[in-house]
């Protein structure tokens, strides 16, 4: 089992910017590949970024693409969402996400993922 625990939610007024972080502990695979999803009420999970444990290599929805970074600290076992120019829409819960084995075609799918975060809270103002 993977335990994922996010934190650094909050409320930030539009053009601003937060950092989310997601602790990792338990059993950890090498190849474990980490993503960020995103839930608006109403509205369906969504993928945000995805980043490779070893190889580090990033994807992106375009939505937040230029705006959102994802990274990673191995020795922490922690990886980061930085969230600049931040906008009302992207306000929702967001998750941290693990998987043991994600192809890369599939990295923005919930269903490739085996282990889930309890969630953070970002509300954007306008």
């Known amino acids: 089992q993977v335990q994922l625990v996010e934190s650094g939610g909050g409320l930030v007024q539009a053009g601003g910017s937060l950092r989310l972080s997601c602790a990792a502990s338990?059993?950890?695979?090498?190849?474990?590949?980490m993503g960020w999803f995103r839930q608006a009420p109403g509205k369906e999970r969504e993928f945000v970024a995805h980043?490779?444990?070893?190889?580090?290599?990033?994807y992106y929805a375009d939505s937040v693409k230029g705006r959102f970074t994802i990274s990673r600290d191995n020795a922490k076992n922690t990886v980061y969402l930085q969230m600049n120019s931040l906008k009302p829409e992207d306000t929702a819960v967001y998750y941290c996400?693990?998987?043991?084995?994600?192809?890369?075609?599939?990295?923005?799918?919930?269903?490739?993922?085996?282990?889930w975060g309890q969630g953070t809270q970002v509300t954007v103002s306008s």
């Open positions: 980043i490779r444990w070893t190889s580090g290599r990033t």
């Open positions: 338990g059993r950890t695979f090498s190849s474990l590949a």
């Open positions: 996400a693990a998987g043991a084995i994600v192809p890369m075609a599939t990295v923005g799918q919930v269903r490739s993922y085996d282990y």
